[in-house]
């Protein structure tokens, strides 16, 4: 039974750590359908991607490909947000990184309990044509 004030909706990317960015995306536009999107932060080392259904899917260049702990995480929507980051707070969970993208997406990032980022976040404001 999930606890009340988390009513997760959907997930809304997962992340991979990739050498070359070119590369991945022949793979995952080319091979699998998925879209570039314009990125929604201010790193230049994050490629965003999407699919039809809206979920994204962020390719991080990096030389430690194929994974980075630091940079692996899992990102949710919430139903409602505040009441998503009471219920966190009330049950003791630590906000870690908090913000608004560039498409009004706002987010929290916090830890599970063996150490693997989480991320809750509001639907994305940004829409594909």
Same mark, same amino acid.
């Given at each position: ?5 988390? #009513? ?32 929604? *932060? ?18 991080? #260049?990096?030389?430690? /490909?194929?994974?980075?702990? #630091?940079?692996?995480?899992? /990102?949710? #929507? *919430?139903?409602?947000?505040? /009441? ?9 969970v630590p906000v870690e990184r908090d913000g608004i993208r560039h498409d009004g997406q706002r987010y929290i990032f916090f830890r599970d309990p063996d150490g693997t980022r989480v991320e809750i976040c509001t639907p994305s404001g940004f829409k594909s044509t």
């Open positions: 039974m999930p606890t009340p004030g988390i #009513e997760l909706t959907g997930v809304n990317h997962v992340v991979t750590m990739v050498k070359e960015t070119q590369r991945s995306m022949d793979f995952y536009c080319g091979l699998l359908g998925f879209k570039q999107i314009p990125s929604m *932060v201010d790193n230049e080392n994050i490629t965003w991607l999407q699919l039809p259904s809206g979920v994204m899917l962020h390719l991080i #260049e990096t030389d430690e /490909a194929p994974v980075r702990p #630091e940079n692996v995480h899992h /990102a949710f #929507e *919430v139903q409602d947000f505040d /009441a998503a980051w009471k219920t966190l707070e009330a049950n003791g």
